[in-house]
């Protein structure tokens, strides 16, 4: 019975440190962020998409260039604010994202913590 005992309880472990690492994938936005950090760039997206667009919006997220708000300003007011998001890690030059409510699927662009792009897929 102890035999038994032990070969379970070392199949249950090697069962949770294999499956531990397991990251779920998204065939639109890549590798899934299951963990949103505070101070993250996935935590600033997070909440940016979560918003109304408005003049703050743009102090608090972007760089606020002129080119900026003359590219992407009809689109994110059309858009924002996004529910039931699904968001990508970073991947060291942007974040991929997609709502499941709206269908809107974007990837943005970040520079130094801020939104500088985007591209609506």
């Given at each position: 019975?102890?035999?038994?005992?032990s070969?379970?309880?070392?199949?249950?472990?090697?069962?949770?440190?294999?499956f531990s690492?397991i990251?779920p994938?998204?065939?639109k936005v890549g590798?899934?962020?299951?963990?949103?950090?505070?101070?993250?760039?996935?935590?600033?997206?997070?909440?940016?998409?979560?918003?109304?667009?408005?003049?703050?919006?743009?102090?608090?997220?972007?760089?606020g260039?002129?080119?900026?708000?003359?590219?992407?300003?009809p689109?994110?007011?059309?858009?924002?604010?996004?529910?039931?998001?699904?968001?990508?890690?970073?991947?060291?030059?942007g974040?991929?994202?997609?709502?499941?409510?709206?269908?809107?699927?974007?990837?943005?662009?970040i520079?130094?913590?801020?939104?500088?792009a985007?591209?609506?897929?």
């Open positions: 019975m102890k035999y038994v005992f070969l379970l309880s070392i199949f249950i472990f090697s069962s949770v440190l294999l690492g990251v994938e998204s065939s590798r899934v962020c299951v963990d949103i950090k505070e101070g993250s760039v996935e935590e600033m997206v997070y909440c940016a998409m979560k918003e109304e667009f408005s003049l703050s919006w743009i102090e608090k997220y972007c760089d260039s002129d080119a900026f708000l003359a590219a992407y300003s689109l994110l007011s059309s858009i924002l604010p996004l529910e039931n998001i699904i968001l990508g890690e970073f991947d060291g030059n974040i991929y994202l997609y709502s499941q409510t709206k269908g809107d699927y974007l990837y943005l662009i520079k130094e913590g801020k939104i500088v985007l591209q609506k897929k």
